[in-house]
């Protein structure tokens, strides 16, 4: 009998697990709480996959992202990506996508250059999957818990789009999330990632690491009635970012090559883009750029927005990007509790304090491939019974009774305004103690809240999601006395290797709702 893996989020992380673990003979359950890939922060990425090329080893593209981490990575982790990272890229060419090689990364390009590349990426493995005889597809549906029995992940709870709650029992649980960016009023996300995954796993007894580790990316437009979206690079040598005096801000700073600084220095310039913007708006000037580069990617993708890019400087500001931390995961992309693999941003360990450019889909493909195979191969001693068939709970879950109505809607808002301004790209002791105090009244709100349809259900549930994620970043800042990579706290401006070259670990402890924090030696030489 094939073994039954579980895989929940449908990103790229997801689909390569799927894919993997369907290669390796178990039958697959993929499920989204919206559509395969095109909902998910994969289909709006750049399409660039960092890692060894002809002119960049291994050894190279690992010091890269130990030095861009700023030493606090799993190195064991990072070497696995760049030595499996070859195999996963032609992976990719076997599927039909074309790859353009670059000095130290590889990129997808889409057929069209009016297509955003991480969609030419979902849509290709997503079609690929529906051809697959053991993946069934299971998307509109929420999950809300991992089952535990006799300390093991056997199956997920969740309700479906009519909100009917559904139990699946499975072999392997493969938890492909993605982040938390959109808990914040500044980011590129989609805007339902609200760390889900760092909830279910602190719900099940794991632990989560690094998370005040948030990344920003510094190019994401600011004006009025336009998408948040990130300036994808590269950027032409014609570009130029100015203040509102029209004074070239990267010239101040003596940044010289901006493709370099947004690979590899983007707390920097979050941070440099972040202080010009309290006192002017910060803008990006295409003014210059030849007319042939425009019906190029990237510069193609802006030309679809309404708002005159080539003549008229538009504003940008950081908007946060990335989580580097999350749940700890070995070379089999194992966690802690038997039965439960994780792949892709839901983890932690191969960034540290800062991401290097591309290495977000490098690590998806690579850890979801790995996470996928391991997962297929795993069975407990005590098998499913329930390996192809959902367990069909028909009732519908009532909402809480004698609750409050509320608006979810302003409550979410209210949690990003507070995610940002207290949590955000610089922060300080009294920012964090007050966010804190603000989340506890939020808290008790939104746990009394009463819900009327699936759709507020489902905010409901993210907004839980959201609350307890804000808290674990606020309550890991709290302890880290310094400034390191993306993490910087204004009353402690300067990075401390001799004392906090150290990784923090949350503990969750559900009975009294609160987290308890250590800090642990960086494993630099493992």
Request: charged share 25%; proline share 4%.
């Amino acid at each position: 009998m094939r073994n039954h893996v579980i895989i929940i989020g449908a990103g790229l992380a997801g689909m390569a697990a799927a894919m993997s673990a369907h290669d390796k003979g178990a039958s697959v359950t993929l499920i989204d709480r919206g559509s395969i890939g095109l909902g998910t922060n994969s289909a709006l990425a750049g399409g660039q996959f960092t890692g060894p090329t002809f002119l960049h080893s291994p050894e190279e593209f690992i010091q890269d992202t130990l030095d861009t981490g700023r030493g606090i990575n799993r190195k064991r982790l990072v070497r696995l990506v760049a030595f499996k990272a070859p195999e996963a890229f032609d992976f990719l060419r076997h599927l039909g996508l074309k790859l353009i090689e670059t000095p130290t990364a590889f990129r997808i390009q889409s057929p069209n250059p009016v297509v955003i590349p991480g969609v030419t990426l979902v849509r290709t493995l997503a079609e690929k999957i529906k051809e697959m005889k053991h993946i069934q597809i299971l998307t509109r549906f929420y999950v809300t818990k991992i089952i535990i029995e006799n300390g093991k992940a056997t199956g997920v709870c969740g309700f479906d789009k009519e909100g009917r709650n559904r139990t699946i029992h499975g072999d392997g649980i493969v938890l492909a999330t993605g982040g938390a960016g959109a808990i914040y009023s500044k980011n590129d996300n989609q805007k339902t990632i609200m760390g889900q995954g760092y909830y279910l796993a602190s719900s099940a007894g794991l632990n989560l690491w690094d998370m005040e580790f948030v990344q920003c990316y510094p190019f994401v437009i600011a004006e009025p009635h336009l998408p948040s979206l990130l300036v994808y690079p590269p950027y032409p040598h014609e570009a130029r970012l100015v203040n509102g005096k029209g004074e070239d801000i990267l010239a101040r700073y003596g940044i010289e090559d901006i493709n370099d600084a947004i690979m590899k220095k983007r707390d920097e310039l979050s941070v440099i883009l972040n202080e010009e913007s309290t006192v002017s708006r910060v803008l990006m000037d295409f003014s210059e750029v030849p007319d042939h580069m425009w019906d190029a990617y990237p510069l193609s993708i802006l030309e679809k927005l309404h708002f005159d890019v080539r003549k008229k400087p538009f504003a940008v500001s950081p908007a946060v990007h990335f989580c580097m931390g999350g749940i700890e995961v070995n070379e089999k992309g194992q966690t802690s509790l038997e039965g439960l693999y994780a792949c892709g941003e839901v983890t932690w360990g191969l960034h540290g304090a800062n991401r290097r450019g591309g290495n977000a889909l490098t690590e998806c493909l690579v850890m979801g491939r790995v996470a996928g195979t391991f997962a297929a191969r795993y069975r407990g001693e005590e098998e499913s019974e329930d390996h192809d068939n959902m367990n069909h709970q028909n009732e519908h879950a009532d909402s809480a009774q004698g609750g409050l109505f509320i608006s979810f809607r302003e409550l979410r808002a209210h949690v990003r305004n507070l995610a940002w301004e207290h949590a955000g790209i610089v922060r300080d002791e009294a920012g964090l103690k007050k966010g804190l105090l603000m989340l506890d009244s939020i808290e008790g709100e939104l746990k009394n809240a009463m819900w009327t349809n699936v759709r507020e259900r489902i905010i409901k549930e993210d907004l839980l999601s959201a609350v307890f994620s804000v808290k674990a970043i606020l309550s890991a800042s709290m302890g880290r006395k310094e400034s390191r990579g993306s993490f910087i706290r204004k009353d402690y401006p300067k990075e401390d290797n001799d004392n906090w070259r150290k990784n923090s670990c949350l503990t969750y402890n559900p009975q009294n709702n609160s987290f308890s924090v250590s800090y642990h030696d960086a494993e630099w030489g493992d």
